[in-house]
């Protein structure tokens, strides 16, 4: 009878079907309706023109149907399981589920039916298609959404769908699915990378990891650039995924060079050094390799992620190093005694950079000058003496000036004798001024005219006592030498003025000619002074010796002869 029809009619009914499954294609319920039509008239005995009519038919009914199901989309969706889960899961015999699968092949139950059952890729689970979503010939889709009830008959598992949803290829759905998200909903941008990834990987296809991967390496940095957002936390996060590394240490640059424009104190530099040597473990190696240009826009990051690896330890070492060396900068500025501790640890930290070191030693130099007057006496020694070592013999003594007559014009009051006689005792002792000690001692004398401890300081700087008080003997003009006489002998051994200063006791014997007639010792502040005196005619000559604790062997400090 079908034969019977002309062929014409058979070249129209084939064109419509086609046409009428491409407009149902964009619509899962009208397809399958349009495919549970097909099948059916496929097996009926009628004429051309009814089938035709009855297609439209279906198709305006299927359409209604799509309606009234969009209408309802608003209803709570049973649970999504995954497609291996069916057959673990006994929980799920007689829920209504949903399983998101790549499609394995069609099955035709029963010649004639049309294609009614569906075998996905990640379950042997069968999915048993009612009459109305069966179909003529399997679907171009490569991907199925079923929803349905798992069933146990005849002792094994089967699905019985009651919706069917065919999509495109993976990686299409990926970006149609993206696409509509705005670009700041990051973590909707991740659910689809982590899907493509995960889908990929058990679906042994590559292609959809990689682009999983690279989905979620690109919403990260989207999400990093988010103003208040933490690049740290983002890049800690990602730490045990498989984004690039160059990518996540981007982000601990961008956070970390974020956090050291806030910090002040030499305790939150240490603390985001140590970070930094934990996060890029390179950090704390030196390196040789030039540092990368920085990008256009002038991210630190963006300047990461683009260079070679070289450069990228480069960068490593250089946000550590720029730690480092502002932690010694501020500890300076608390300290700066301790420069020279300072730049001893900076040598040891940052053997690249020994410019560090010779700039924290000169600034802490330079600071310890401008607060001299405030310094203790044994730190100003040392600050002296740390000048005399790198050949600035006139810095430390100017050092030393400034610091004495800071303490000679602010720290003695009108009536401090006692004060002046230790000013006395350090100009001498630090700078050899003799004069000034004098000056000094003299006031001293005024002050208290019977003190026996400016005596005593007189006579250890070797002055002696005239007739108009205290004078130092090395500074007046030496009186004619005479032709010695017997009596005259010893006394005749002061010619030229101080002759006998730096003598030993056993060469002062010596050149004097036998002992003393006399020796008299006084004690004050741990130092002894001990006077040798020899009588001749009418004069006295006097010789002093210096005796502390740390003298090896007394020696002469001044001679002088008084006239009886």
């Known amino acids: 009878m079908i034969q019977a029809q002309p062929s014409g009619l058979h070249r129209s009914w084939a064109?419509?079907?086609?046409?009428?499954?491409?407009?149902?294609?964009?619509?899962?319920?009208?397809?399958?309706?349009?495919?549970?039509?097909?099948?059916?008239l496929q097996s009926c005995n009628l004429p051309l023109f009814c089938k035709h009519l009855l297609l439209n038919l279906s198709f305006a009914l299927a359409s209604l149907l799509a309606g009234s199901l969009e209408a309802n989309a608003a209803d709570p969706s049973p649970p999504v399981v995954e497609p291996s889960e069916l057959a673990r899961r006994p929980e799920l015999v007689g829920r209504e589920v949903v399983v998101d699968d790549r499609i394995k092949y069609f099955l035709e139950s029963k010649k004639g039916r049309g294609f009614d059952e569906l075998i996905l890729k990640r379950t042997d689970v069968p999915f048993r298609l009612p009459p109305r979503l069966r179909f003529v010939r399997p679907p171009s889709e490569p991907n199925a959404v079923a929803r349905g009830t798992l069933r146990v008959v005849e002792g094994r598992l089967l699905f019985e769908v009651t919706r069917l949803d065919l999509l495109a290829g993976d990686a299409e759905r990926v970006d149609r699915e993206v696409g509509r998200l705005r670009p700041e909903d990051f973590g909707s941008i991740r659910s689809w990378a982590l899907w493509a990834e995960r889908r990929g990987r058990e679906l042994n296809d590559p292609k959809l990891e990689a682009k999983g991967v690279a989905l979620e390496a690109d919403a990260l940095w989207v999400e990093a650039s988010r103003p208040g957002a933490d690049p740290i936390a983002l890049a800690d996060a990602a730490t045990d995924r498989p984004i690039p590394k160059a990518l996540r240490d981007a982000l601990y640059h961008r956070g970390f060079r974020a956090l050291e424009s806030k910090a002040s104190t030499a305790a939150a530099f240490d603390d985001l050094a140590k970070r930094v040597r934990a996060a890029l473990p390179r950090s704390g190696e030196p390196t040789t390799a030039p540092a990368p240009k920085p990008a256009e826009d002038g991210d630190p990051a963006s300047t990461y992620r683009?260079?070679?690896?070289?450069?990228?330890?480069?960068?490593?070492?250089?946000?550590?190093?720029?730690l480092v060396e502002k932690s010694l900068a501020a500890r300076l500025a608390e300290d700066p005694s301790k420069a020279a501790n300072l730049a001893d640890e900076a040598a040891q930290a940052l053997?690249?950079?020994?410019?560090?070191?010779?700039?924290?030693?000169?600034s802490g130099l330079e600071e310890a000058e401008r607060g001299v007057a405030s310094m203790r006496q044994a730190d100003v020694e040392e600050l002296a003496k740390t000048f005399r070592e790198s050949g600035q013999d006139d810095r430390a003594r100017r050092l030393l000036e400034d610091w004495l007559a800071d303490r000679r014009k602010n720290r003695l009051s009108a009536g401090d004798a006692e004060g002046r006689v230790l000013l006395a005792a350090n100009y001498e002792k630090l700078l050899g001024d003799r004069a000034t000690a004098g000056v000094l001692l003299n006031e001293a004398a005024k002050i208290e005219p019977e003190s026996r401890a400016v005596a005593d300081a007189f006579l250890r700087l070797g002055y002696r006592k005239g007739e108009s008080g205290w004078f130092d003997p090395t500074a007046a003009k030496p009186s004619t030498p005479t032709a010695p006489t017997p009596t005259t002998a010893r006394a005749s051994t002061t010619e030229g003025g101080d002759s006998l200063r730096g003598l030993t006791q056993a060469q002062a014997r010596s050149r004097m000619g036998g002992k003393p007639d006399r020796v008299v010792r006084s004690a004050t502040q741990g130092v002894i002074i001990e006077q040798w005196i020899y009588r001749s005619g009418k004069s006295e000559q006097f010789i002093l010796f210096r005796i502390e604790a740390t003298t090896a062997e007394p020696r002469v400090t001044a001679s002088y002869s008084v006239a009886q």
């Open 15 to 40: 064109r419509m079907t086609d046409r009428k499954l491409q407009i149902a294609r964009g619509n899962a319920t009208q397809a399958m309706a349009c495919n549970a039509m097909l099948c059916n």
């Open 351 to 362: 053997p690249d950079r020994p410019s560090v070191g010779e700039k924290l030693r000169r």
């Open 306 to 322: 683009a260079a070679p690896d070289a450069e990228r330890a480069s960068m490593d070492r250089r946000l550590y190093g720029d």
